[in-house]
């Protein structure tokens, strides 16, 4: 998906721990994240919660997400209505041990799926606008998402989530 990188920071650890640096302007431009960030945020989920798919519609997120304990398979979702990829996802697998980072820009639907216990981090470009935000069911039969798990816990807006044409407000193709 034009725009998504998955960012594989160098760990830098021995006996006693170990260090990641988790932004740094520069090399993060060098890299195609040209971006403020306005806003972070910090989550904890219990293990077989799925969250998302959530998008803004008129403050799009663009968003720098990683996990700092557990594990998570986290989802974006191109819904940029004029973009080549529209439609299509692209997940990697975050934990604490691989310390990956997934720069989801702005336009996309993200989401995240909790392997083990998680923390997990975002570093936003845009505040977030409640009355804004748009959601995607997460096992939409158009997407096609490729979730490790088949029956996970939502919230009651996650459930009620319409599909992903219906959620965009378009006729479904």
Avoid at 1 to 7: A, E, K, W
Avoid at 11 to 26: K, L, M, N, S
Avoid at 131 to 144: H, P, T, V
Avoid at 149 to 163: F, I, N, V, Y
Wanted: charged share 25%.
């Amino acid at each position: 998906i034009h725009g998504v990188l998955l960012i594989k920071p160098k760990i830098f650890g021995d006996a006693r721990g170990y260090f990641v640096e988790t932004w740094q302007e520069e090399r993060y431009r060098e890299a195609g994240i040209a971006f403020s960030f306005v806003q972070d945020n910090h989550s904890h989920s219990a293990a077989g919660i799925v969250r998302g798919l959530h998008f803004q519609r008129d403050f799009p997120q663009g968003k720098l997400v990683s996990v700092s304990k557990g594990r998570v398979f986290d989802v974006a979702v191109d819904i940029r209505k004029d973009s080549p990829t529209f439609g299509s996802w692209f997940g990697a697998e975050l934990t604490a041990e691989n310390q990956h980072q997934l720069w989801v820009p702005p336009g996309l639907a993200h989401g995240f799926c909790v392997l083990e216990e998680a923390n997990f981090h975002y570093k936003c470009t845009e505040y977030y606008h409640p009355e804004d935000e748009g959601c995607i069911r997460w096992d939409d039969a158009f997407l096609k998402i490729a979730w490790p798990l088949e029956q996970p816990t939502l919230s009651a807006k996650d459930a009620a989530a319409p599909g992903f044409y219906e959620a965009l407000g378009m006729e479904a193709v």
